[in-house]
């Protein structure tokens, strides 16, 4: 799955989902604990779109919502 991944194809494993590598280009960012500004590199990150079958299993598990 790797090394399909690193030639840039996309896997899906039926009735689970798909995964892909989306490119995020550079940003300005800000380092959180010393709140400096700071150019944040481009990258490449795995992205996973889960299947049909997984979405509306996962919506139709019964479940109880607790009161708080």
Known sequence: MISALEK???IEVRGF???SI???SSRKGRNPKTGE???VLPR???HFKPGLEMRERVNNTNYRVLDV
């Open 37 to 39: 500004a700071i150019q």
């Open 8 to 10: 840039g194809e996309r």
């Open 17 to 19: 989902g798909g995964f």
């Open 22 to 24: 989306r490119h995020m």
């Open 44 to 46: 490449s990150i795995v």
